[in-house]
């Protein structure tokens, strides 16, 4: 079975502009879009910062690994959920806030050693 990695990035609150669709195709040819940027690697790696891209640009993140990591975040403003009340709740590990630029970063996080069976075969795998 080969190496699988997904990712998703949505933007949620407002649609990206033409220049920031333009800034993060340099990094793939994913599909990137004034919503979204969706890739999977197979015998490759991300280019990009996930959490750059996640104050600067989205919203949402999910990430999938065949070998078991998986990976959700939500960006969120300041105003909705103040980062000392989350702090109380994430504490590490599987669950972390960061706080920045009047937004705070929701980011779950859920290894298994086993791995997942998420793509046993190409047609298995998210499209």
């Not at 407002?14 to 690697?41: H, Q």
């Not at 909705?80 to 702090?87: D, F, L, M, N, Y």
């Not at 504490?91 to 997942?116: P, Y």
Request: proline share 2%; charged share 25%.
């Amino acid at each position: 079975m080969s190496e699988f990695q997904y990712y998703e990035f949505q933007a949620v609150d407002r649609p990206l502009t033409r220049l920031e669709v333009a800034e993060l195709r340099k990094y793939s040819t994913a599909r990137a879009s004034r919503d979204g940027f969706v890739n999977d690697y197979q015998w490759g790696n991300f280019k990009g910062n996930q959490d750059a891209w996640m104050e600067r640009y989205f919203d949402a993140f999910l990430y999938l690994a065949n070998w078991g990591t998986h990976i959700l975040s939500y960006r969120l403003s300041a105003d909705s959920v103040k980062a000392t009340t989350a702090r109380t709740y994430c504490r590490g590990g599987s669950a972390t806030t960061r706080a920045r630029g009047g937004q705070v970063v929701l980011t779950f996080v859920s290894e298994t050693d086993e791995g997942d069976e998420l793509c046993e075969t190409e047609d298995d795998c998210p499209p």
